[in-house]
């Protein structure tokens, strides 16, 4: 097997192995991702098999670049997509190789962090990928949606086309304090954009007082009212989206809303089969973690103290450190070290901690960090402190 970039001559197996595992050749996205986007904006590195003086494409995956925000600091996140092996194929172990030769081409290129949207989390995990945002996921019969009682009259609501320039400050504003979040370039908007409108993809816009307070994408899919994104600046902006979806009842019956998971509307539903609950949705991996650390500036300066921490990693050999981590005055000093280990963590658990999924206490907590010196996981809760993460892209 010979992994590598796909060349454009190869794309035509690209899109056939696509059309087998996921959307066909005459589906809308299908049609856009590949007439406008792959091989254009993005890699694809796949694994051939040479036979006959040919290259048959045996498995894939997508590498869709995003400037991500971690920690207030924006940089390089690809997003992993269409993860494909052709069906002659499966059962080889062939996607070690392939993540492999990933990570090397990624890390030459100074990268941290993937991410990626699992269908199946079994297939990643023995990789040490990790979920690092959950949504609180609400399925109901819109009827009962309708009975949530808040009444929006101060909320105007308007049906609108996409216009990027109008949505972008109200996306910046609702994610101006969170980790893991992908930067809408214009790009990006674009790229989004366009892929809601073949989808049938639409648009309510609000405003309270004349001031943009959110938006919402919505679809009406065989009998679903899919709330697709709700950006909502104020709860009463909020429940003005959610009365908006209950006046579909002739349109649609059920409502479904993967909102994230810190979202509290549950706490007015009167029958507890209606809360819905927590979720996992959006995994990443760290694939050079001594990088990531030299990124790090404490966000309190009167920090000060030093631990010793053990990173392993199955996959990536030179991603395995032996660090002392010493903060004083706003710094974070990351150096090698002889030294006997505090805490040991492997990616699954760093990429957590490090995103702000969890604090080192509840990892430690859960044993998927082992703690030798109980007095440093303060340190690390200090250092890497926990918070919202969101993330809302799919490819």
């Known amino acids: ?44 590195i796949g694994g051939f098999e040479e036979k006959d003086n ?13 400037s991500v925000r971690i920690r207030g600091k924006e940089q390089l996140v690809p997003y992993l997509v269409g993860v494909a092996t052709a069906p002659e194929a499966r059962g080889q172990h062939l996607f070690e190789p392939l993540l492999k030769t990933t990570f090397d081409v990624l890390r030459s290129q ?36 309708a009975k949530l009682g808040r009444k929006t009259f101060d909320v105007n609501l308007e049906r609108t086309d996409f216009d990027a320039q109008r949505l972008e400050p109200l996306y910046q504003a609702f994610t101006e304090n969170m980790s893991g979040v992908p930067m ?16 049938k993809v639409q648009c309510v816009y609000a405003s309270e007082d ?20 709700i950006i909502a600046l104020t709860n009463e902006t909020k429940f003005a989206f959610l009365n908006f979806a209950a006046q ?13 998971e810190w979202d509290k509307t549950y706490l007015n539903f009167n029958d507890q089969a209606l809360t819905g609950g927590i979720a996992p949705f959006m995994m990443a991996r760290c694939i050079d973690a001594r990088r990531a650390l030299a990124d790090i500036k404490p966000a309190n300066k009167s920090i000060i103290g030093e631990v010793n921490i053990l ?43 490090y995103m702000g999924a969890f604090t080192a206490s509840e990892l430690a907590e859960t044993g998927l960090i082992k703690v030798k010196d109980a007095t440093k996981l303060a340190l690390l809760d200090q250092l890497f402190p926990k918070l919202r993460t969101y993330n809302n892209e799919y490819f």
């Not at 048959?56 to 590498?63: Q, S």
């Open 110 to 145: 100074e990268v941290c962090f993937v991410t990626l949207m699992p269908i199946f989390a079994g297939i990643y995990k023995p990789y040490e990928f990790a979920y690092y945002h959950f949504r609180h996921e609400y399925k109901l019969r819109l009827e009962a949606l």
């Open 248 to 260: 579909h009842k002739s349109d649609a019956e059920e409502f479904v809303w993967l909102a994230p």
């Open 184 to 199: 809408r370039t214009e790009f990006q908007w674009n790229k989004l954009i366009a892929v809601n409108q073949a989808e």
């Open 311 to 353: 990173l392993t990693d199955d996959l990536i050999e030179r991603n395995n450190h032996m660090l002392k981590l010493i903060a004083d005055s706003g710094q974070l000093g990351v150096s090698s070290t002889m030294d006997n280990e505090d805490i040991t963590m492997g990616m699954a658990a760093f990429t957590q901690m």
């Open 54 to 66: 040919w290259e048959y494409l045996k498995n894939m995956v997508h590498v869709n670049p995003y």
């Open 210 to 229: 004349d001031k943009p307070t959110g938006y919402m994408f919505y679809k009406l899919t065989d009998g679903t009212f899919n709330a697709i994104e």
């Open 1 to 44: 097997m010979i992994y590598r970039v796909v060349p454009p001559n190869r794309m035509n197996q690209v899109e056939d192995l696509w059309d087998y595992c996921f959307e066909k050749k005459d589906d809308p996205f299908f049609q856009y991702y590949f007439q406008e986007y792959v091989g254009k904006n993005n890699w694809v």
